[in-house]
């Protein structure tokens, strides 16, 4: 592509930064829902060890999310990790959201989880709406 029709779409077009499904046996997914519920696959799960609770933490340098590993849901300040039916596990953490004023209108997927020393990392300036129409939905 020549330099002047590159400069024009960096301009005029917004580029999507959520790139192309995945097969789901492959797919790390983390989402952000706008009730603070942070929902993770089974691959994520087992990625970070298949933890029954976890602590989160919040970079306002970095707007970061990390979660980390603990082996209780009753140690202070844990966040049970929560199966939903068959679908993933739930961290139930508006708490943690209202504290740090993170706020989402709609679901939210991290494009790119990290796991980086058994710890999950999430960036909240790469993130995609993956919120879905119902179409049967009265207007």
């Known amino acids: 592509m020549c330099y002047l029709c590159n400069s ?5 077009y917004e580029k999507f930064r959520g790139g192309a499904n995945k097969p789901t046996s492959e797919r790390v997914h983390v989402t952000l829902s706008p009730r603070g519920n942070i929902a ?6 087992a990625l970070i060890g ?11 340098e ?9 082996s209780s849901p ?28 993170i706020r989402v209108d709609t679901t939210t997927k991290f ?8 710890k999950l990392l999430l960036k909240l300036s790469e993130t995609v709406s993956v919120k879905r129409l119902n179409p049967y939905r009265k207007k």
């Open 8 to 12: 024009m779409l960096e301009r005029d």
């Open 40 to 45: 993770i696959n089974k691959n994520c799960f």
């Open 50 to 60: 298949k933890p029954p609770a976890v602590y989160l933490y919040y970079s306002r």
């Open 62 to 70: 970095k707007d970061n999310i990390a979660i980390e590993p603990v």
């Open 74 to 101: 009753r140690l202070p300040e844990s966040f049970p990790v929560k199966q939903k039916k068959d679908t993933g596990w739930v961290i139930q953490a508006s708490p943690f959201c209202r504290h740090f004023g």
């Open 111 to 118: 494009i790119s989880p990290e796991i980086r020393d058994g």
